[in-house]
Structures are given as structure tokens and as C-alpha cells.
């Protein structure tokens, strides 16, 4: 996993050498719910950005995405954490003066701990790895020279398989179309 996200990285640095414009970004979103003044969920996600554009239709680029999820008022208490390494190759076809439609053909591998917190605190800790190929459409807004607005929703064609991390596990194999609702983001870049 390791050499995979190095030559990953490598051939990114590579690709920038040449590349017309650069930025850097990406989204944060925090939610929590509750019930009868009880704190029952939270979520925290924080996803950093870095790309490359060689010019008006085509660049590429790579999100390194944490997310966390607590459920706290249900016994046992639930902790969920996730890592996410996502590179991408973006392409630009429509631009409207300051608006532009990209798609994002994204391959990503996950890495998730779902902690349950037991009785006299002893955890129990159920980790899943998951790789992922993805086209996820979104829409960017340029403020001005330097700053951009960027959102993306779901994915137009996907393909997932999660695998628990333990011997004799089954692998769940999920494919998806015009999933656009699923995993919405709206987030920001700043170009140099």
C-alpha cells in the first residue's frame, strides 16, 4: 500500500513540472445530532486537496481525505474512523465564463476502523480496507485569479469492494450509476 501511494505521489510531482496552473483546497464539513439534549452523533470531515491543470480541459490531481463518526449515547459506543487516499484525473469539457463542468475519474483506496467501546472499556476494533474506482461530475466557480468555489456530488459510474481485515473474509463488491446524490461536497481552491 505504501509503494503504491509513493509512486502515486512521485508521478504527480512528475506531471506538475508541466503543468499551466496549480492549486491547493479542498472541503470540511462537521454535522452532530441530538436527542432530548443528548449528544447521540457527530461527524467530522476533513478532506485536503492538491492538483495540477496542463491547460483548459485536462489535469490531474489527489484528495487525502479523514472523516470521523461518534455515536454517544447508545451503549456500546460507537467510534468510526476512515482514511482516504484519492488521486484523479479531472476533465473539463464546458465552460460558461467563470463557471466550468468537470468529471473526476478517481481510483481510491480506504482504510476503515469501526471501534465499539464495551462494557468496563474494552474496545473492540473491526478495520476494513476499500479500493474504488470513480467518475464523480462537479461544478467550479472562479471568484477571481486566485480563488475557485468547487462542489461534487456522488458519482456518474462506480465500482467499490470492501474487505474486512481479518482471515476468511468476504469481500462486498458494489457498483453504482447515476448515484449523484451520495457524497456531496462543496469546498474551495486557491490557485498559484
Given at each position: 500500500?505504501?509503494?503504491?501511494?509513493?509512486?502515486?505521489?512521485?508521478?504527480?510531482?512528475?506531471?506538475?513540472?508541466?503543468a499551466?496552473?496549480?492549486?491547493?483546497?479542498g472541503?470540511?464539513?462537521?454535522?452532530t445530532?441530538?436527542?432530548?439534549?443528548?449528544?447521540?452523533?457527530s461527524?467530522?470531515?476533513?478532506?485536503p486537496?492538491?492538483g495540477?491543470?496542463?491547460n483548459n480541459?485536462?489535469?490531474?490531481?489527489?484528495e487525502?481525505?479523514?472523516?470521523?463518526?461518534?455515536?454517544e449515547?447508545?451503549?456500546p459506543?460507537l467510534?468510526?474512523?476512515?482514511f482516504?487516499?484519492a488521486?484523479?484525473?479531472?476533465?473539463?469539457?464546458?465552460?460558461?465564463g467563470?463557471?466550468?463542468?468537470?468529471a473526476?475519474g478517481k481510483?481510491?483506496l480506504?482504510?476503515n476502523?469501526?471501534?465499539?467501546?464495551?462494557p468496563?472499556?474494552?474496545?473492540?476494533?473491526n478495520k476494513?480496507?476499500?479500493?474504488?474506482?470513480?467518475?464523480?461530475?462537479g461544478?467550479a466557480?472562479?471568484?477571481?485569479?486566485?480563488?475557485?468555489?468547487?462542489?461534487?456530488?456522488?458519482n456518474?459510474?462506480?465500482?467499490r469492494?470492501s474487505k474486512?481485515d481479518?482471515d476468511g473474509?468476504?469481500a462486498?463488491?458494489?457498483?453504482?450509476f447515476?448515484?449523484?446524490s451520495?457524497n456531496?461536497?462543496?469546498?474551495?481552491?486557491?490557485?498559484?
Amino acid at each position: 500500500m505504501k509503494k503504491i501511494m509513493m509512486t502515486m505521489a512521485a508521478a504527480l510531482m512528475a506531471v506538475s513540472m508541466n503543468a499551466q496552473n496549480m492549486y491547493v483546497g479542498g472541503s470540511l464539513g462537521f454535522t452532530t445530532t441530538s436527542y432530548d439534549g443528548k449528544t447521540t452523533n457527530s461527524t467530522l470531515k476533513f478532506i485536503p486537496e492538491f492538483g495540477v491543470s496542463f491547460n483548459n480541459l485536462m489535469g490531474v490531481g489527489m484528495e487525502i481525505g479523514y472523516s470521523s463518526s461518534t455515536k454517544e449515547a447508545t451503549e456500546p459506543k460507537l467510534t468510526n474512523s476512515t482514511f482516504t487516499f484519492a488521486p484523479y484525473f479531472r476533465l473539463t469539457p464546458l465552460h460558461w465564463g467563470k463557471v466550468s463542468v468537470f468529471a473526476d475519474g478517481k481510483f481510491a483506496l480506504s482504510m476503515n476502523n469501526n471501534e465499539q467501546a464495551g462494557p468496563n472499556d474494552n474496545a473492540v476494533d473491526n478495520k476494513t480496507n476499500t479500493f474504488g474506482i470513480y467518475v464523480q461530475p462537479g461544478f467550479a466557480y472562479n471568484l477571481n485569479d486566485k480563488f475557485t468555489l468547487v462542489s461534487k456530488f456522488g458519482n456518474l459510474l462506480g465500482y467499490r469492494s470492501s474487505k474486512p481485515d481479518a482471515d476468511g473474509a468476504k469481500a462486498t463488491n458494489t457498483f453504482s450509476f447515476m448515484d449523484l446524490s451520495n457524497n456531496v461536497q462543496f469546498g474551495f481552491y486557491y490557485n498559484f
